[in-house]
């Protein structure tokens, strides 16, 4: 079995898209990103990546390079469940964690569990998903922290 953990952040601007788990959520604000900022697929692929000990997001798909400007985070999913699956790991359960003040995050939690249920490949019931806030103290600002179980 192996165990992985990965986190991602980022501030919000008004004007661009904020999407999460694979989806655009209505909102005045978006992510800024070198993609499209999905901090949800991020933090997923950071803690696929780390439960092999293959590096970060950045290290993969570095801002720097022109080819991921404005990509949608499911190729970087994609590719660090390519990169588990050639290893011999399959995902058996993923924990996800969103802290946003706003939007609220709850009256899409059907359609927000479903994606990441189809982008992992797994049943609902092994994909857990929880919203915080974070009572103001980063009103401007999404995080993720997701947690991944593994076997092989």
Do not use: N
Not at 11 to 23: D, I, N, T
Not at 124 to 144: C, I, N, W
């Amino acid at each position: 079995m192996r165990l992985g953990y990965g986190e991602d952040s980022h501030l919000l601007a008004e004007g661009r898209p904020l999407y999460l788990c694979g989806l655009q959520i209505p909102s005045p604000l978006g992510a800024q990103a070198h993609s499209d900022g999905d901090a949800a697929l991020h933090a997923l692929t950071d803690a696929l990546l780390s439960a092999y000990g293959l590096g970060d997001i950045g290290l993969l798909f570095p801002d720097t390079d022109s080819r991921w400007q404005g990509v949608r985070s499911e190729v970087f999913l994609r590719e660090a469940l390519r990169l588990v699956e050639v290893r011999g790991g399959r995902l058996l359960q993923a924990s996800l964690v969103l802290t946003l003040d706003r939007p609220k995050l709850s009256p899409h939690r059907q359609a927000l569990e479903e994606s990441l249920s189809r982008l992992l490949g797994l049943p609902q019931d092994r994909v857990g998903l929880s919203f915080k806030t974070s009572e103001g103290l980063a009103p401007r600002h999404v995080q993720a922290r997701a947690v991944v179980l593994l076997d092989g």
